[in-house]
Structure formats: C-alpha cells, structure tokens
C-alpha cells in the first residue's frame, strides 16, 4: 500500500512539475493567439487579393471608356440610328431634312 501511496505522490509531484513548465512558458496563449494570427493574415491575404482584382476591374473600365470613338455628326447618328433599325425611312428623313436646315446652305 505504501508503494501505491509513494507512486501517487510522485505522479501528481510530476504533473505538478509539468504544469509549472507550461505556466512558465506562456505557450498556453497560443490556444489563443495561433488561430487569432492565423485569421488575421488569412483576412489581410483576402484584402490583397481584392485590392489587386479591383485595381485590375478599374484599369480595364478606364481603357473600355476612353477607347469608345466620337459618335460623329449629326447625321452620321441619324444614319446609324436608321441603319439599327430604331427609327422608320420617314422620321430619318424628317430629321435629316431638319438638320439640313438647321445646318444652313453653306453645306
């Protein structure tokens, strides 16, 4: 019994023991502080790669904006307009006779 009794008490002395190493250390914060780190560069990751993808939606925006050509006169809209099929063989040339006037005889 007394052996029992001895074995016990060596056991709890070196878990005891153990404990104190561990309080020691302070790696019981990293239960804690590893996932937190772990979240907040996975976070900062993610906002790179949203950074980059929208800096890359924009620069294609701005090329497709400032590539779009002059829509021309006039009647070169009136005649595209017509061409598309949004306006009848009268209204084009109602409007391109408008324009004519408007335009005066110097053309």
Same mark, same amino acid.
């Given at each position: +019994?007394?052996?029992? &009794?001895?074995?016990? =008490?060596? %056991?709890? !002395?070196?878990? %005891?023991?153990?404990? =104190?190493? +561990?309080?020691?250390? $302070? *790696? @019981?914060? +990293?239960?804690?502080?590893?996932?937190?780190? +772990?979240?907040?560069?996975?976070?900062?990751?993610?906002?790179?790669?949203?950074?980059? &993808?929208?800096?890359?939606?924009?620069? %294609?925006?701005?090329?497709? &904006? *400032?590539?779009?050509?002059?829509? $021309?006169?006039? #009647? #070169?809209?009136?005649?595209?307009?017509?061409?598309?099929?949004?306006? =009848?063989?009268? @209204?084009?040339? @109602?409007?391109?006779? !408008?324009?004519? #006037? !408007?335009? =005066?005889?110097?053309?």
């Amino acid at each position: +019994m007394t052996v029992l &009794v001895n074995l016990v =008490g060596a %056991a709890a !002395q070196s878990a %005891a023991a153990y404990r =104190g190493h +561990m309080d020691d250390d $302070g *790696s @019981e914060w +990293m239960w804690f502080l590893g996932p937190l780190a +772990m979240t907040v560069w996975f976070a900062l990751l993610a906002l790179l790669v949203w950074w980059i &993808v929208t800096l890359v939606n924009r620069r %294609a925006a701005a090329a497709t &904006v *400032s590539s779009r050509k002059d829509p $021309g006169s006039p #009647e #070169e809209i009136l005649a595209t307009r017509f061409a598309r099929g949004e306006i =009848g063989a009268d @209204e084009f040339r @109602e409007a391109r006779a !408008q324009l004519r #006037e !408007q335009r =005066g005889p110097s053309s």
